[in-house]
């Protein structure tokens, strides 16, 4: 015989408005978190790579000046990011090391929709 959990709904205790009330607050909150987390990565990555973006500026500024330098920048810039990589997972942080990017792109997102109400773009 499979087990079935749907078979016997009249079993399961009711819940109360209440508590339908507290899931419904804590589901808004929850979205509200992912809305933050997306528009604060979203806006970071926009802000970087469109057209006037800090990429397209820098990599041209370094362009400009002779294209073997862009490629020694490229490679410096892969260096420091593999040395802070091992310079992060070294650290003892309270909790995930995760946790520090959630915080980072949740504060962005606090910002980017201050600068959207106030301002009406990124």
Known sequence: MMFDPMSNLSARP???LFQLLQEGVT???HLLLFSLLVLGFGG????ALRPEGWVTNT???IWA???VMAIVACVAGLAAGLW???FFERLPL???RGDMLVYACLALGMFFAFKLVVT???
């Open 14 to 16: 009711g819940r109360t």
């Open 27 to 29: 589901t808004m909150f």
């Open 44 to 47: 970071l990555v926009y802000k």
């Open 59 to 61: 990599v041209g500024q």
């Open 65 to 67: 000046q002779h294209p």
């Open 84 to 86: 802070g990589t091992r």
């Open 94 to 96: 309270f909790g995930k």
């Open 120 to 122: 009406g773009s990124l």
